[in-house]
């Protein structure tokens, strides 16, 4: 019975990360129709993708068993999230731009190639799960967190308009059931870092239910066009919910 309810959680966890996968699709849409990033960040994408390369690896049966599940949606996520960092290459708005985010994404198959080969070539068993494990929840715990800043903004300016409704709610279920998924497997790499998650999604709905009637509204009552909004989040902030979706990420954002 336990291994079936793990199977289902992580089944929800592959449908609801793949929401945030997906969600920064309007941005990349309005990218490619302008032939211009604009203003938008790179930074989230290219931190989701190594996210989404070491959970991957993390739950191939060679380094931990009977986590596929955790593979497939993060090996999904990253040939995503591989667009994405292309798209934002092909229509950087400028040569620095460019030069940065291809910098970004030179460092993330760094970190990716570095902690594979050294699990591969120098450890087995335990340590090999420890040592993608660990990987693995750092940067799940950075991708989570990168939120606060939204939430400070929305605390800052009493309005929701930063932060929509589905986008939290999406990252405080994605966090939840894979958190639930690691309870029951027994695994803390992917129970600690969604637990995490499931927390801080939870205290963006908490934020929405506070601030819900200024939707639209920043602190002087004024209001925000929604290109405005997008661009703001965007510029400002390593998000889980990317560009003017939402996560999830909200730039989820995924999960484990």
Not at 41 to 63: I, R
Not at 119 to 138: D, E, F, N, T
Not at 156 to 167: A, D, G, I, N
């Amino acid at each position: 019975m336990e291994d079936v309810a793990k199977f289902l959680f992580g089944i929800s966890g592959n449908v609801i990360a793949l929401f945030l996968f997906l969600s920064p699709v309007p941005t990349f849409w309005r990218i490619i129709r302008k032939k211009s990033t604009e203003e938008f960040s790179g930074v989230p994408y290219n931190m989701t993708l190594l996210n989404c390369l070491l959970s991957a690896w993390y739950g191939l049966p060679f380094v931990s068993p009977n986590n596929i599940l955790v593979s497939t949606i993060n090996g999904a996520g990253a040939a995503i999230e591989a667009c994405y960092v292309v798209i934002f290459l092909c229509f950087a708005s400028s040569k620095k731009a460019r030069l940065r985010t291809l910098g970004l994404a030179s460092a993330v198959v760094a970190v990716f190639a570095a902690v594979a080969l050294v699990s591969m070539l120098a450890l087995h068993g335990p340590g090999r799960k420890l040592l993608s494990g660990l990987a693995m929840a750092v940067f799940s715990i950075c991708m989570y967190a990168s939120p606060l800043s939204i939430m400070r903004l929305v605390i800052r300016t009493k309005s929701v308009e930063y932060m929509p409704f589905l986008l939290s709610l999406a990252v405080f279920l994605c966090g939840t059931s894979w958190f639930v998924y690691g309870l029951l497997g027994r695994d803390p790499f992917v129970a600690v870092p969604n637990g995490c998650g499931s927390v801080l999604g939870a205290a963006q709905l908490i934020l929405y239910a506070v601030y819900r009637n200024n939707k639209g509204k920043s602190s002087d009552g004024k209001l925000q066009g929604s290109d405005d909004v997008e661009m703001s989040v965007d510029a400002r902030n390593n998000k889980v919910a990317h560009g003017d979706d939402a996560g999830g990420s909200q730039d989820v954002q995924q999960d484990s």
